[in-house]
């Protein structure tokens, strides 16, 4: 990680001899989970390169089919396993996937309202059946969180149980639903959570049905400046990315 870190940043040096000539203009394409990163780190890269930056963000499922239906980026921030796939087919840079950070899965309730014991798999069993109403990604929009969600309430035999109850997200922040009240409990990836003052985070699941999501980032094939998309990436895996990545709950490198 720290030989890949040492390679990016000489491309922040480069990007910077070029920026007093022209900015280049990026477009960013990242999964739902790490966009409030994304826009963090933005300024301090913008205001160095002298480039500009727009974000989009989606599902990884969302985006994985734009991309494939022909949009164009320079950078894309998903899943280490997608941007393996869209090296296959032509659509990133081979050599270029930067493994960036890691996150769980945790649990919320509204702020105010009783934190349920959540300490071990009983105990979470026991609170998701307990919960009048439970929130978490709608598996079919492609997010990562709500495909495990579903696949661990089957493996914990409570599928059925929940299902009545379920109050699924398309897409977006499932703390949405639970500081409205429409959901008792919500179930999100961490870094989603936490931004989230209206939502309490109960805690990560417990250890023995945890999962983690690796996020790793991309270079577009058709971008224009690939220096500039490097110069990106190289200031998503710097010192300033390392300590706002844990101040969000996540895990920097994850390689």
Do not use: W
């Not at 579903?150 to 949405?176: C, M, N, T, W």
């Not at 417990?206 to 790793?216: C, G, H, L, M, S």
């Amino acid at each position: 990680m720290r030989y890949k870190v040492f390679l990016l940043a000489g491309a922040v040096a480069a990007a910077l001899c070029t920026s007093a000539s022209r900015a280049a203009e990026l477009k960013l394409l990242t999964a739902g989970a790490f966009k409030s990163s994304v826009l963090a780190l933005l300024p301090e890269y913008e205001k160095t390169s002298g480039n500009k930056v727009s974000v989009e963000n989606d599902t990884v499922g969302a985006l994985m089919k734009r991309i494939e239906a022909g949009e164009s980026f320079d950078v894309v921030v998903i899943t280490p396993e997608t941007v393996d796939k869209l090296v296959g087919e032509g659509r990133v840079i081979s050599g270029s996937r930067t493994n960036l950070a890691r996150v769980g899965v945790g649990v919320m309730v509204k702020t105010g309202a009783n934190k349920p014991d959540i300490s071990t798999v009983d105990a979470f069993k026991k609170a998701v059946l307990e919960a009048k109403s439970v929130s978490f990604i709608d598996p079919a929009s492609g997010g990562s969180s709500g495909i495990y969600v579903e696949k661990l309430f089957e493996r914990l035999g409570i599928s059925d149980q929940v299902k009545p109850k379920e109050k699924l997200k398309q897409g977006g922040y499932v703390a949405d639903y639970v500081e409205s009240g429409q959901a008792e409990l919500g179930i999100h990836q961490i870094s989603e959570i936490l931004p989230h003052a209206g939502v309490t985070l109960v805690g990560p699941l417990p250890k023995e049905i945890q999962n983690y999501t690796v996020y790793a980032a991309g270079i577009g094939k058709a971008t224009k400046d690939g220096d500039a998309a490097k110069a990106l990436i190289a200031s998503l895996v710097g010192p300033s990315a390392q300590a706002l990545f844990k101040s969000k709950g996540m895990e920097p490198g994850a390689d």
